[in-house]
């Protein structure tokens, strides 16, 4: 995989069930978001094939993205819009921002933003999350709502893949570092 | 997609300025030119149609940097492209978005300022009916121009350059039906450039966005 025309991962392989979580380690600039862009369709692979059942994943751009919840190291999160505008009254409870759901989320401090990015991941009802350092800014009690809310996906048959510096309390994880 | 489009235009009431900056725009070099050129009703008359549709033109080109430029910088993007949605449909929406917010209110303001140029009164729905499409074909090759430079150094100046030339057809086919004796066939082609950037201008936006978010 490339970055630009700089080559940052070569020879990455890996498997996950459902239910299975895969941590990506590495130091700054190892490949990790580069590697969870390539498996979310948005980098190209210079070469190799990222299988889904057995079937060329991204072959079909449309129906991988469909099965995919992506939560960047960005929030993407639209300060003239609320909560509730942005993922639905219903998922903010789960990240405990229920109470700010009619608040522009320009009024949000950055660790309620990382929240909110994480509700949407969660009320995508997607099988794969894809994290691109998903505590960046959490608070120790967020943290710990994160990982219950990740433990409950896994539990429903769902799968993660992680980038992050900071360990995450995740039941028999996997870890992957580049 | 209309959930995108209900969303941008959400986002453009929640933020006027970039709308009602091309608004201005419109309407302040539209009332430059009797002050460069006197106010004799014959030379305003002459030039009405033209200097709408340039005035138009440049006031359609101003919010375009921000079309996807936010989407980019805050991550949205990427959330667009794996919505669900075809890339195409993405930029389908965003141009949808700018003729609601840009286009159509540019359309509507045209009429006074035609009037304040004292173009004649019945060539008034000629101009509206050419604008029609005209601000149509604006919103979908500017949306093409920006999602081409998305990313790009410079992308604020890249766009003009990008869109300006791209426009010169539908100048001179949308400002020659206002005055020509015979508006048909100058509408004719404005018509069939509408329908073919229907198409053509999403896609090719579509798959620059991708390019954009490698």
């Not at chain 1, 070569?10 to 390539?38: D, P």
């Not at chain 1, 409870?93 to 109470?99: H, R």
């Not at chain 2, 141009?95 to 060539?123: D, K």
């Amino acid at each position: 995989m490339f970055r630009g025309e700089r080559l940052v991962l070569n020879n990455v392989s890996f498997s996950l069930s459902n239910g299975g979580v895969l941590l990506l380690r590495g130091a700054n600039g190892a490949g990790k978001s580069t590697l969870l862009r390539a498996l979310a369709g948005l980098t190209p692979l210079a070469a190799g094939t990222l299988f889904w059942d057995g079937v060329d994943a991204l072959e079909d751009f449309a129906e991988h993205a469909a099965r995919i919840a992506w939560l960047g190291h960005l929030d993407a999160v639209k300060p003239a819009l609320t909560p509730a505008e942005h993922v639905g009254a219903g998922a903010l409870g789960a990240v405990g921002l229920a109470a700010y759901a009619d608040l522009p989320a320009r009024l949000l401090s950055a660790g309620q933003k990382r929240r909110l990015a994480i509700a949407r991941v969660v009320a995508s009802g997607r099988k794969l999350w894809l994290l691109d350092e998903p505590t960046t800014g959490l608070d120790a009690a967020s943290v710990a709502q994160f990982l219950r809310l990740c433990e409950a996906h896994r539990a429903d048959g769902g799968m993660i893949i992680a980038s992050t510096h900071t360990p995450l309390d995740l039941a028999a994880p996997e870890v992957l570092t580049l | 997609m209309i959930d995108l489009i209900w969303r941008e235009l959400r986002l453009s009431l929640r933020h006027p300025a970039d709308s009602a900056a091309a608004l201005l725009f419109f309407v302040i070099a539209g009332t430059l030119f009797p002050f460069a050129l006197g106010p004799g009703p014959t030379t305003l008359a002459a030039i009405a149609a033209g200097v709408v549709w340039v005035c138009a033109l440049l006031a359609a080109l101003l919010p375009l940097d921000r079309l996807f430029g936010a989407d980019f910088e805050d991550g949205t993007l990427d959330l667009l492209l794996l919505s669900g949605l075809p890339p195409y449909a993405v930029a389908f929406a965003k141009t949808a978005a700018h003729w609601l917010t840009t286009g159509l209110p540019l359309l509507v303001i045209s009429a006074p300022l035609a009037i304040m140029l004292r173009m004649p009164a019945g060539r008034l729905p000629l101009l509206l009916l050419t604008l029609l499409p005209g601000t149509a074909l604006l919103s979908l090759i500017g949306t093409l121009a920006a999602a081409i430079t998305l990313g790009a150094r410079r992308a604020g100046v890249l766009m003009p350059l990008i869109t300006l030339p791209l426009m010169i057809p539908t100048l001179i086919f949308g400002a020659s039906a206002v005055t020509s004796p015979h508006p048909a066939a100058a509408l004719y082609m404005l018509g069939a450039m509408f329908l073919g950037a229907l198409p053509l201008a999403p896609l090719g936006a579509g798959a620059a966005l991708r390019a954009a978010a490698e």
